[in-house]
């Protein structure tokens, strides 16, 4: 009898845990979400007229490859901020990582900002170089709190090592 309460417990708090997991990575998706759909709008002010103007590497992806990736991307992102999240905020090394990721979301942000609305990718070429230094810590601090937080963080690293490499050959070329 014991033990089927103790496999009751156990089971309802494995429930309320995946509950409350999941509800933070909803959320962490969402904010995610957002401001990249916001950082859109800096992006749509000038992708039809000024970038395409511009002289591109080879290399350079269809436009219409760009929204899909980053959605991906912002949905892995999101998910890995709730796994970590959920391992307790009033964690210190829980907040360090949200704190960074938080951090590089918004020069992200900044990043279209500068490219698209400012039109100025010398500038922006400077702000990717620190977001690739800050995605970098986001990944450190997240394997510490969780490893398949900071795997999930891994492709968003590669895409914007690619985005980089395409920045610099823009300003290069222009």
């Known amino acids: 009898m014991a033990s089927i309460k103790i496999n009751y417990y156990f089971r309802q708090l494995q429930h309320r845990l995946l509950k409350k997991t999941l509800t933070y990575i909803a959320i962490s998706v969402t904010i995610c979400l957002a401001i990249g759909f916001l950082s859109g709008f800096a992006t749509q002010?000038?992708?039809?007229?000024?970038?395409?103007?511009?002289?591109?590497?080879?290399?350079?992806?269809?436009?219409?490859?760009?929204?899909?990736?980053?959605?991906?991307?912002?949905?892995?992102m999101?998910?890995?901020?709730?796994?970590?999240?959920?391992?307790?905020?009033?964690?210190?090394?829980?907040k360090t990582a949200l704190y960074n990721f938080g951090f590089q979301l918004l020069v992200n942000a900044l990043w279209s900002i500068v490219f698209f609305g400012l039109k100025n990718p010398f500038i922006a070429l400077l702000i990717i170089l620190v977001l690739l230094a800050l995605i970098l810590l986001t990944i450190k601090w997240f394997?510490?709190?969780s490893k398949t937080a900071a795997y999930l963080l891994i492709p968003y690293f590669i895409w914007v090592c690619?985005?980089?490499?395409l920045n610099y050959k823009i300003w290069e070329l222009n």
């Open 45 to 76: 002010s000038s992708v039809n007229d000024w970038y395409l103007e511009l002289n591109k590497p080879s290399f350079t992806p269809p436009n219409w490859l760009f929204g899909p990736v980053w959605t991906i991307l912002y949905v892995l």
């Open 78 to 94: 999101g998910v890995a901020a709730g796994l970590v999240w959920a391992k307790g905020f009033y964690h210190v090394w829980v």
């Open 143 to 145: 394997n510490v709190v």
């Open 162 to 165: 690619f985005a980089t490499i």
